[in-house]
């Protein structure tokens, strides 16, 4: 069994950062030190773990299977280190340290989100509280969520998972869009002929609603899945294919004439967005974020 000890804090350290920033060359500028002593400092740590963490050299920087399980290992590690700090700071009655918190893509448009406040409120606590922002998919985030690699998420959750509590935030709308050049962008169309026609147009899904959204429209099978907003916006102002859109997310194409909402009186999603946390006693860096996220969802 590996005795770790303050060197190898600092290795796993050194090794968290080249592995966010992409490689040795790309870590230079944050750990302020030439490639040479980060290609050293990682082969100390691969001689003190007995294991080969990555490929590294002409061919680019890649990170074994054992490097890509050292490296899930490090961030849990690290963050229950700055878990204990935090709480450590909470003894001595100051609030202080790095929020980890997650979100979905393409949410910064919604004006109906409370998190621009929330974070505002929460960041006014004092100069010692910091915050790292990751955006993921769902499942994504519940998983970093689970395993402690973020403290708090943000975004439209399906599935209660088991270890996680929920805490409801706000609604957000989305819309059926197409492309200018789709055919049933055709102006004049009466709303049978647009459910008529749906039936055989291409439909792009997300991943991670998908049968939600083939049950509105009523259709089978999708003809393109996409894992987020933006591939799901990439899809349908190509021209081709038809699929939800939030609203907000929306609105600058459809003022510019690129898209158009299809029977918006009828044919509309809502999803709800809730935060989620681990099913545990939260730290009071975690709990004031939740608690300032709650106030601002109730004056949104």
């Excluded at 804090?9 to 080249?18: G, M, N, T, Y």
């Excluded at 592995?19 to 490639?35: I, K, T």
């Excluded at 606590?125 to 922002?133: A, K, L, N």
């Excluded at 190509?238 to 907000?248: D, I, K, S, T």
Aim: contains cysteine; proline residues 4%.
């Amino acid at each position: 069994m590996i005795q770790l000890q303050d060197v190898d804090l600092k290795l796993l350290r050194v090794f968290e950062a080249v592995v966010r920033c992409g490689g040795l060359s790309a870590a230079q500028a944050e750990l302020n030190v030439g490639q040479s002593t980060i290609s050293t400092q990682i082969g100390q740590l691969e001689i003190r773990l007995g294991v080969r963490l990555c490929d590294r050299g002409r061919g680019g920087f890649r990170l074994t299977e054992q490097g890509k399980a050292v490296h899930e290992a490090t961030q849990r590690l690290l963050s229950a280190i700055e878990n204990f700090r935090v709480e450590a700071d909470f003894v001595r009655r100051t609030l202080s340290g790095t929020l980890k918190l997650g979100v979905i893509d393409n949410t910064v448009t919604d004006r109906g989100s409370p998190m621009r406040s929330a974070v505002r409120r929460f960041l006014a606590r004092g100069r010692d509280v910091h915050i790292d922002v990751y955006i993921g998919s769902p499942a994504e985030l519940e998983q970093r969520v689970l395993d402690g690699r973020l403290h708090v998420a943000i975004g439209h959750f399906r599935i209660r998972v088991p270890g996680l509590q929920s805490m409801p935030l706000y609604e957000e709308v989305h819309g059926l869009y197409c492309g200018a050049e789709h055919p049933l962008a055709a102006p004049g169309l009466s709303e049978t002929e647009v459910r008529r026609a749906l039936h055989d147009a291409r439909v792009v899904a997300r991943g991670y609603l998908r049968r939600a959204d083939l049950e509105v429209l009523e259709v089978e099978h999708a003809t393109a899945t996409a894992d987020n907003v933006e591939a799901q916006a990439i899809m349908i102002l190509a021209g081709a294919c038809v699929g939800f859109l939030p609203c907000h997310y929306a609105t600058p194409w459809v003022e510019a004439g690129e898209l158009v909402r299809l029977i918006p009186e009828r044919l509309a999603l809502e999803s709800r967005f809730s935060a989620i946390t681990r099913r545990i006693p939260l730290s009071p860096l975690i709990s004031s974020f939740v608690s300032d996220l709650k106030e601002a969802a109730q004056t949104t």
